[in-house]
């Protein structure tokens, strides 16, 4: 089957591959002489494009918000002495 991966997304993008339904929620990548384990639906791997596309936007929308917070704490930020 394949798989759609955006556990790593926002690094290197929406990775497709091949592979092999295992239990509890996980694929087993195939092809690969180190084969990875993906754990999650919906999480880490997705059934569809879409699915996969939906959740790197959620993750990136949320990137965004956290590095905006991140810049705010950093410009009000003083050192006066």
């Known amino acids: 089957m ?3 991966i955006t556990k ?5 993008g929406i ?3 091949e592979c092999e339904d295992c239990e509890n929620g996980a694929v087993k990548e195939i092809g690969n002489p ?4 993906y ?3 919906d999480s880490e791997w997705h059934r569809t494009k879409e699915s996969a596309i939906k959740k790197a936007e959620e993750m990136r929308q949320k990137k965004i918000a956290s590095l ?4 705010e704490k950093l410009e ?3 050192f006066d002495v």
């Open 2 to 4: 394949k798989a759609w």
């Open 8 to 12: 790593y997304a926002l690094t290197s």
């Open 15 to 17: 990775k497709e591959i």
């Open 34 to 37: 180190f084969p990875t384990f």
């Open 39 to 41: 754990h999650g639906e």
């Open 68 to 71: 905006k917070k991140q810049i």
């Open 76 to 78: 009000g930020m003083r």
